[in-house]
């Protein structure tokens, strides 16, 4: 079945609280935001460390189905995280930003047609407040390929 174990680990330096003066955090310039820290896009690198767990497995012809796990926290407390698009999160006594879990199902019918669905759901963490819902998202993807 062509099953596959991932094991991932990401971290980059963030401002320290103490040095106002000085610019520690890493910038990641122009990179593939997507395929990196999850599939929902709420975090960019900056301040970001993150663990991620995940299977895919094969269970038919031209079939694939994938479960990743994220757990995100900040590199530096008392700083900012890129979250969500431009905006950023201010992080405060804690470091926990949150969890993530995508689950994705992939079917390709010939070499230049496929269809993707993937089912995202993440849940804040003690970093960026209490007061979050864990929220949702469901993907649906034609893709052709000429």
Same mark, same amino acid.
């Given at each position: 079945m062509?099953? &596959?174990?991932?094991? $991932?680990? &990401?971290?980059? *330096?963030?401002?320290?609280? $103490?040095?106002?003066?000085?610019? #520690?955090?890493?910038?990641?310039?122009?990179?593939?935001?997507?395929?990196?820290a %999850? #599939?929902? +896009?709420?975090?960019?690198?900056?301040?970001?460390?993150? !663990? /991620?767990?995940?299977?895919? !497995? #094969?269970? !038919?012809? /031209?079939?694939?189905?994938?479960? &990743?796990?994220?757990i995100?926290?900040?590199?530096?407390?008392?700083?900012?995280?890129?979250?969500?698009?431009? /905006?950023t999160?201010?992080?405060?006594?804690?470091?926990?930003?949150?969890?993530?879990?995508?689950?994705?199902?992939?079917?390709?019918?010939?070499?230049?047609?496929?269809i993707?669905?993937?089912? *995202?759901?993440?849940s804040?963490? +003690?970093?960026?407040?209490?007061?979050?819902?864990?929220y949702?998202?469901?993907?649906?993807? %034609?893709?052709?390929?000429?």
């Amino acid at each position: 079945m062509n099953a &596959h174990f991932v094991f $991932g680990y &990401h971290a980059d *330096s963030g401002n320290d609280a $103490g040095t106002a003066d000085e610019n #520690e955090e890493y910038d990641p310039f122009f990179y593939d935001t997507h395929n990196n820290a %999850g #599939e929902m +896009d709420v975090f960019q690198w900056g301040n970001l460390t993150y !663990m /991620s767990l995940g299977f895919t !497995m #094969e269970p !038919m012809d /031209s079939m694939t189905l994938g479960v &990743h796990y994220y757990i995100f926290s900040a590199s530096e407390k008392d700083s900012t995280v890129n979250a969500m698009g431009s /905006s950023t999160a201010t992080v405060a006594d804690e470091d926990a930003l949150g969890n993530e879990i995508d689950i994705t199902l992939n079917k390709k019918y010939t070499d230049n047609f496929g269809i993707g669905l993937r089912y *995202s759901q993440f849940s804040g963490g +003690d970093a960026l407040g209490t007061d979050l819902d864990t929220y949702s998202q469901l993907f649906v993807e %034609g893709k052709m390929t000429f």
